[in-house]
């Protein structure tokens, strides 16, 4: 019994080990759900630590079968942010957001269907 049995999956559990190792202190902070799930519509939630170099994550799923864009809220009152932020999505994209006076973002979001997207705030 191996952990991988096939070199297709020792790189997919390599790949998810070192994005863990390089997001492992955020990960491990606390956390700010952002929707109820119902399966029926996105879900999802929001790391946060101010003390950080990545003051949050936020990871959204989408557990239908279709693609979903939406524009989500992102309550980054916890993060320590005040003003503006640096957002960078898992495809590597950058993109400065300045914060509402409540301390909120509106950041617009493809889910793939039947998958997760995920951003760090920096």
């Not at 693609?67 to 993109?95: C, F, S, W």
């Amino acid at each position: 019994p191996r952990l991988y049995d096939t070199p297709k999956t020792k790189a997919v559990v390599k790949k998810v080990i070192d994005w863990y190792k390089t997001y492992r202190d955020i990960l491990n902070s606390d956390i700010i759900h952002l929707k109820r799930p119902s399966g029926k519509d996105w879900d999802g939630f929001m790391h946060v630590n101010p003390k950080l170099k990545e003051k949050g994550l936020m990871t959204v799923f989408n557990p239908t079968g279709t693609d979903m864009v939406r524009n989500i809220e992102l309550p980054l009152y916890y993060t320590g942010i005040k003003h503006k932020t640096i957002v960078k999505d898992m495809n590597g994209v950058t993109k400065i957001y300045k914060l509402t006076r409540d301390y909120k973002i509106h950041i617009p979001v493809t889910i793939p269907a039947n998958s997760y997207y995920w951003m760090v705030i920096i």
